[in-house]
C-alpha cells in the first residue's frame, strides 16, 4: 500500500511539473509572438496589427518620443515613411522573466532603414526592454522602452544597380498588398512590387 502511495504522489509530482513546462513554454512563444508580431506590423504599416501588441493602456518610449500604446503606430508609420522607403526590424537576442501574469523581456534589434532616395541605408541596433502583462489570457505590451546602441550610415546604391534590379527581387510593400498577408501563399500570385 505504501508503495502505490508513492508511486502515485510521484505520478501526480511529474505531471504537475509537466503542466507547469508546457505553460512556460507557451507563455514563452506567445511573449516571442507579440514582440515579432509588433516588428512585422513596423515594417509592413499594418497599424491594426502594431496596436494589437500593446494593451490599451501601454506606454511606448522611443527617445523622448512617448506614445500610448494604440498610438504608436501611426506616430511609428509616419517616422518611417519620412526617413525611409524600406525598413526591417529584426528581433535577435531575446530574454524573458515570468513571474505569474507579468513578463519582462529584453529584445535585441537590428534595423535597417534604405533611404528615400534609395542610396543609403541606415542601421541601428538598440533592445526593446518590455513588461509584457496577461489579461484576459493575451500577453500584450504594458510599457516599452527602446534603446540605441550603435547607428551608422551605408552605402545602398547596388539596389539601383542594373547588376541588382535585372534580378527581379521581391521587395516588401508596407501594407497589405505584400506577399506575407497571402493564404495560402502561391506562385501564381503577382508580386506587389520588384527591386
Not at 15 to 41: M, N, S, T
Not at 177 to 190: C, M
Amino acid at each position: 500500500m505504501y508503495r502505490e502511495t508513492e508511486e502515485h504522489l510521484t505520478l501526480d509530482s511529474t505531471l504537475e511539473q509537466l503542466q507547469a513546462d508546457v505553460r512556460y513554454l507557451k507563455d514563452r512563444i506567445e511573449i516571442l509572438d507579440c514582440v515579432a508580431r509588433h516588428a512585422r506590423g513596423c515594417d509592413r504599416h499594418d497599424v491594426d496589427l502594431i496596436t494589437a501588441a500593446y494593451h490599451d493602456d501601454a506606454v511606448d518610449e522611443h527617445g523622448y518620443a512617448s506614445n500610448q500604446g494604440p498610438e504608436y503606430g501611426e506616430w511609428a508609420n509616419e517616422v518611417h515613411a519620412a526617413t525611409s522607403k524600406v525598413h526591417t526590424h529584426n528581433i535577435t537576442t531575446h530574454s524573458c522573466d515570468i513571474d505569474g501574469d507579468t513578463a519582462h523581456t529584453e529584445s535585441y534589434v537590428l534595423v535597417v532603414l534604405i533611404g528615400n532616395d534609395g542610396t543609403t541605408a541606415q542601421f541601428i541596433s538598440g533592445r526593446y526592454l518590455d513588461r509584457l502583462e496577461r489579461r484576459d489570457g493575451q500577453w500584450r505590451i504594458a510599457i516599452r522602452r527602446s534603446t540605441v546602441e550603435a547607428m551608422f550610415l551605408g552605402d545602398a546604391r547596388v539596389l539601383k544597380s542594373s547588376f541588382f534590379t535585372e534580378k527581379g527581387y521581391l521587395v516588401g510593400t508596407r501594407d497589405r498588398s505584400d506577399l506575407s498577408y497571402e493564404r495560402p501563399l502561391k506562385l501564381d500570385i503577382p508580386a506587389p512590387a520588384r527591386w
